[in-house]
Antibody, heavy 129, light 108 residues
Framework: QVQLVESGGGLVKPGGSLRLSCAAS????????MSWIRQAPGKGLEWVSY????????YYADSVKGRFTISRDNAKNSLYLQMNSLRAEDTAVYYC??????????????????????WGQGTLVTVSS | EIVLTQSPGTLSLSPGERATLSCRAS???????LAWYQQKPGQAPRLLIY???SRATGIPDRFSGSGSGTDFTLTISRMEPEDFAVYYC?????????FGQGTKVEIK
């Protein structure tokens, strides 16, 4: 069955760095876009970043742009999130998710976007001194 | 970015009752580019509905979605004990993809 398992979370001081990993199994990883989504304690969901199947297309939320780097290794069926210059507001459970994208054009622009299915169990990142 | 507003914030129901959850977008999500997720405490979200009305694999037919443009509805025809959870909508018609703040469905 399709499975996503995150690891690498933990406690880090403000300004510090952390690298999250997501191991995928049960599907052809190299065929799918992948995303990271986070959820602050007791709060809602925030999309963080996504990467195309080949790794050639990458997008970030404005809140993490310039600080986080998404990458993937299709040979290892793995997704990564390098998080630098961490802030207290980055404290959250970080989920990796398989991205079920569609290609479509609307309002003069074209997009490759979709829904998330399935999600991993998440890994907690706590940024605190 | 598109802001999704879910209502009500909390819905108190008894098993067997019908649940109607609303998700309203600040601008059109380009048709039916909307998904619904269920999240139970300590668990990851689970996809229920995509394309506003298509059930995900393995989702019971008591879950249904409707709507287009800016107004969407998730209906649970008869609440089962395992359906009490938080429900989120998510739009994928514009970048960045955004989520609603969630509706908690609790036992009355």
């Amino acid at each position: 069955q399709v499975q996503l398992v995150e690891s690498g979370g933990g406690l880090v001081k403000p300004g510090g760095s952390l690298r999250l990993s997501c191991a995928a199994s049960g599907f052809t990883f190299s065929d799918y876009y992948m995303s990271w989504i986070r959820q602050a304690p007791g709060k809602g969901l925030e999309w963080v970043s996504y990467i195309s199947s080949s790794g050639s297309t990458i997008y970030y939320a404005d809140s993490v742009k310039g600080r986080f780097t998404i990458s993937r290794d299709n040979a290892k069926n793995s997704l990564y999130l390098q998080m630098n210059s961490l802030r207290a507001e980055d404290t959250a459970v970080y989920y990796c998710a398989r991205d079920r994208v569609l290609e479509f054009c609307s309002g003069g622009s074209c997009y490759t976007l979709g829904w998330f299915d399935p999600w991993g169990q998440g890994t907690l990142v706590t940024v605190s001194s | 970015e598109i802001v999704l507003t879910q209502s009500p914030g909390t819905l108190s129901l008894s098993p067997g009752e019908r649940a109607t959850l609303s998700c309203r977008a600040s601008q059109s999500v380009s048709g039916t580019y909307l998904a619904w997720y269920q999240q139970k405490p300590g668990q990851a979200p689970r996809l229920l509905i995509y394309g506003a009305s298509s059930r995900a694999t393995g989702i019971p037919d008591r879950f249904s979605g409707s709507g287009s443009g800016t107004d969407f509805t998730l209906t649970i025809s008869r609440m089962e004990p395992e359906d009490f959870a938080v429900y989120y909508c998510q739009q994928y018609g514009r970048s960045p993809r955004t989520f609603g703040q969630g509706t908690k469905v609790e036992i009355k």
